[in-house]
């Protein structure tokens, strides 16, 4: 038999030898665990290979426990034997990015990045980790698995005695429990406050072709929440990683919020070359499907700076039929009598620099879109509002996307409804402006459930209010004129819709408008704040908050600062810092706020006064009211 010998002779060799030893234990030891820091420093990710082969993570935040030990697993079909991590590529990544438009314009993009590559029998996925300053995020990728996941089994093992607000569709009230009291499967993003007094938000960004993700506990455990998808998913050449999952954290629920461009990060970047016909502005709905109401509402947009008028469903017929064509503009008698030029109103609209959005129900999308959509784009249409689409399963979350590339294709802008909720998309196509999957003044909530939607679902992105003013319901049911106001600051939305049940004069008058008001707009004089108002910001501060009981909310565009205020289930008094302001510039406030002792029809009080960055706005809110602030620099 033959042998062969490695001679070291000297010091040097010596060397040689101990570093060739070490490979060689190195290599002999099966690497159990991945560590992953945020570039501060403050998140912590670690992945670890228990002694039964399975994979485990945890999350910390400035050293306190966010994530358990939890498992690891995408849903494949395999038993899972001898996996190993075969090697780790990592990447560090410091760059910022301007978005189209958005809370600020720009958003830096900072990061430390993991991929874990798998080998052994049953290692079906590798992980690909980021450690974000705002958040951590992982997904699995599929390198060479093709077939069909039925269900994933992600955990979320949070503290014990964990409070989350939650909701099981996206439209639904959003109630506060204990976690351990999740009975069904719950929306995200999913807010948790932590038996440490920590707050944390966990949810999924960047899903394009995958099924949607929720949670539901873990039979059997009062503080582990698993993944939940809508349907089964195939894994193709196409589809070969799942969106990503997060989890931020934070000592406040406006820190969270502030944070929330986390999921455009999570998106890949901008594909629409030219960008220029995305315009971003306030719109007012013509409920009443009329040439007369068509024109009233394009010149009080015109006296009102807003960019766009809104007809919604009934214009082409009966939206749930699915015989209805929208290549055609036929009234649904059930709606209006007509008659409705069309085509005549956008003109006039574009006389005046007008844009028009007209709403077009899934059925005749889904039958039509590739005829609808170049056919709107020729008559002049501006974008499109996609109602009632499918949302979750995979085929459909395809879909939807697809439709929003369609949409681009033809130069249309598009908002969602009515129960998909943003994942970040808009950073890739733009011209998704904004989306419903809220619980909007449709559904008539008190500035108490406004709250609620604010430090949950805002997290995730742009949210479609669809803002009324002088319908009944403001003051009857929701909360108060000013409330009204401050919301169009606090939920952010590109496209705002502000007079979403509001008629202005010269329309219909002698029919109720879908759930508005027989009476016409007034003109009041707070309806300054309104025509002054931009929809999207070049910085945004979330000064403070809490579900439920109060939020304050800072938006800047180019010297103008826009605030608005909200209280809850109890009054307030309200001590706003106005240190956000330029430390060597004077500015002009101008307060709107609530006063039921006021002359004014809607109760708004209206004071000015000068400020500077040193001054507090101090203000004695009751509950369910509002303030609004209109700070411009002298």
């Given at each position: 038999?033959?042998?062969t010998?490695?001679?070291?002779?000297?010091?040097?060799?010596?060397?040689?030898?101990?570093?060739?030893?070490?490979?060689?234990?190195s290599?002999?030891?099966?690497?159990?665990s991945?560590?992953?820091?945020?570039?501060n420093g403050?998140?912590?990710v670690?992945?670890?290979i228990?002694?039964?082969?399975?994979?485990?993570?945890?999350?910390?935040?400035?050293g306190?426990?966010?994530?358990?030990?939890s498992?690891?697993d995408?849903?494949?079909p395999?038993?899972?034997?001898d996996?190993?991590?075969?090697?780790?590529n990592?990447?560090?990544?410091?760059?910022?990015?301007?978005?189209?438009?958005?809370?600020?314009?720009?958003?830096p993009?900072?990061?430390k990045?993991?991929?874990?590559?798998l080998?052994?029998?049953?290692?079906?996925f590798?992980?690909?980790?980021?450690a974000?300053?705002?958040?951590?995020?992982?997904?699995?990728e599929?390198?060479?698995?093709r077939?069909?996941i039925?269900q994933?089994n992600?955990?979320?093992?949070?503290?014990?005695g964990a409070?989350?607000?939650?909701?099981?569709?996206?439209?639904?009230k959003?109630?506060?429990?204990k976690i351990?009291?999740i009975?069904?499967?719950?929306?995200?993003?999913?807010?948790?406050?932590?038996?440490?007094?920590?707050?944390?938000?966990?949810?999924?960004?960047?899903s394009?072709d995958?099924?949607?993700?929720?949670f539901?506990?873990k039979?059997?455990?009062?503080?582990?929440?698993?993944?939940?998808l809508?349907?089964?998913?195939?894994?193709?050449?196409t589809?070969?990683?799942?969106?990503?999952?997060?989890?931020?954290?934070?000592e406040?629920?406006?820190?969270l919020?502030?944070?929330?461009y986390?999921?455009?990060?999570?998106?890949?970047?901008?594909?629409?070359e030219?960008?220029?016909?995305?315009?971003?502005?306030?719109?007012?709905?013509?409920?009443t499907?009329?040439?007369?109401g068509?024109?009233?509402?394009v010149?009080?947009?015109?006296?009102?700076?807003l960019?766009?008028?809104e007809?919604?469903?009934g214009?082409?017929?009966?939206e749930y039929?699915?015989?209805?064509?929208?290549t055609?503009?036929?009234?649904?008698?059930?709606?209006s009598?007509?008659?409705?030029?069309?085509?005549?109103i956008?003109?006039?609209?574009?006389?005046?620099?007008?844009?028009?959005?007209?709403?077009?129900?899934?059925?005749?999308?889904?039958k039509?879109?590739?005829?609808v959509?170049?056919?709107?784009?020729s008559?002049?249409?501006?974008?499109v509002k996609y109602?009632?689409?499918?949302?979750?399963?995979?085929k459909?979350?395809s879909?939807?996307?697809?439709a929003?590339?369609?949409?681009?294709?033809?130069?249309?802008?598009?908002?969602?409804h009515?129960?998909?909720?943003?994942m970040?998309?808009?950073?890739?196509?733009?011209?998704?402006m904004?989306?419903?999957?809220?619980?909007?003044?449709?559904e008539?909530p008190?500035?108490?459930?406004?709250?609620?939607?604010?430090?949950?679902?805002?997290?995730?992105?742009?949210?479609?209010q669809?803002?009324?003013?002088?319908?009944?319901?403001?003051?009857?049911?929701?909360g108060?004129?000013?409330?009204q106001l401050?919301?169009?600051?606090?939920?952010?939305?590109?496209?705002?819709?502000l007079?979403?049940?509001?008629r202005?004069?010269?329309?219909?008058?002698?029919?109720?408008?879908?759930?508005g008001?027989k009476?016409?707009?007034k003109?009041?004089p707070?309806l300054?704040f309104?025509?002054?108002?931009?929809?999207?910001?070049?910085?945004?501060?979330i000064?403070d908050g809490y579900?439920?009981?109060?939020?304050i909310?800072?938006r800047?565009?180019?010297?103008d600062?826009?605030v608005g205020?909200l209280?809850?289930v109890?009054?307030?008094?309200?001590?706003i810092?106005?240190?956000?302001?330029?430390?060597?510039k004077d500015y002009?406030?101008?307060?709107?706020?609530?006063?039921?002792?006021?002359?004014?029809?809607?109760?708004?009080?209206?004071?000015?006064?000068?400020?500077?960055?040193?001054?507090v706005?101090?203000?004695?809110?009751?509950?369910?009211?509002?303030?609004?602030?209109?700070?411009r620099?002298l």
């Open positions: 038999m033959n042998k010998y490695l001679s070291f002779k000297g010091r040097n060799s010596l060397i040689l030898l101990i570093l060739l030893a070490m490979v060689v234990s290599c002999a030891e099966k690497k159990k991945v560590e992953v820091n945020s570039p403050n998140y912590n670690s992945l670890k228990d002694e039964n082969q399975k994979l485990f993570y945890s999350v910390n935040y400035k306190e426990q966010v994530i358990a030990p498992a690891l995408a849903g494949i395999s038993e899972v034997q996996v190993e991590i075969d090697y780790v990592t990447t560090s990544v410091d760059t910022s990015w301007a978005p189209v438009y958005g809370e600020r314009n720009l958003y993009d900072k990061y990045e993991s991929l874990v590559v080998k052994g029998d049953g290692a079906n590798n992980l690909r980790i980021r974000y300053d705002e958040g951590i995020a992982f997904r699995y599929f390198p060479k698995y077939g069909t039925e994933e992600t955990e979320f093992t949070l503290p014990e409070t989350v607000w939650a909701s099981k569709v996206a439209q639904a959003i109630k506060k429990l351990s009291e009975d069904t499967i719950v929306e995200r993003p999913l807010l948790v406050e932590l038996k440490n007094s920590l707050f944390a938000a966990i949810g999924e960004a960047g394009v995958y099924s949607r993700m929720k539901i506990l039979p059997g455990h009062s503080s582990t929440l698993v993944s939940k809508d349907s089964l998913v195939d894994i193709s050449d589809v070969t990683k799942t969106p990503w999952k997060f989890v931020m954290a934070g406040r629920p406006s820190q919020l502030e944070n929330n986390l999921l455009l990060n999570l998106n890949e970047p901008n594909k629409i030219d960008t220029s016909w995305i315009k971003p502005g306030k719109i007012i709905r013509e409920s499907l009329t040439t007369k068509g024109i009233a509402c010149n009080f947009a015109e006296k009102h700076n960019e766009y008028i007809f919604d469903a214009w082409y017929g009966n039929d699915v015989a209805s064509d929208a055609t503009v036929t009234v649904d008698p059930r709606r009598k007509g008659p409705l030029d069309l085509k005549g956008v003109e006039y609209a574009k006389s005046k620099d007008i844009g028009v959005i007209l709403y077009v129900n899934r059925r005749s999308l889904e039509q879109i590739d005829d959509l170049p056919l709107l784009s008559w002049g249409i501006s974008g109602g009632f689409v499918n949302v979750g399963s995979q459909w979350t879909w939807l996307h697809d929003v590339r369609k949409a681009a294709d033809n130069k249309l802008m598009v908002d969602v009515d129960e998909y909720r943003p970040g998309y808009s950073r890739t196509y733009p011209n998704l904004t989306q419903e999957g809220i619980r909007g003044d449709e008539s008190k500035n108490s459930m406004v709250l609620n939607t604010l430090f949950t679902r805002m997290i995730a992105g742009a949210g479609d669809t803002n009324c003013y002088f319908a009944p319901r403001v003051t009857e049911k929701m108060s004129h000013v409330s401050a919301k169009s600051v606090c939920i952010y939305s590109p496209w705002q819709f007079y979403w049940y509001d202005p004069e010269g329309s219909v008058a002698d029919e109720e408008g879908a759930g008001t009476e016409f707009i003109e009041v707070e300054a309104y025509d002054a108002l931009p929809t999207v910001w070049d910085d945004t501060k000064i579900p439920g009981e109060y939020g909310v800072a800047r565009s180019g010297n600062w826009f205020a209280t809850g109890k009054g307030r008094q309200m001590n810092s106005l240190n956000f302001l330029d430390k060597n002009e406030v101008t307060i709107y706020s609530d006063d039921k002792n006021s002359t004014s029809v809607t109760k708004v009080n209206i004071e000015t006064r000068k400020v500077n960055s040193s001054d706005i101090k203000h004695q809110m009751l509950k369910q009211n509002g303030l609004a602030l209109h700070i620099a």
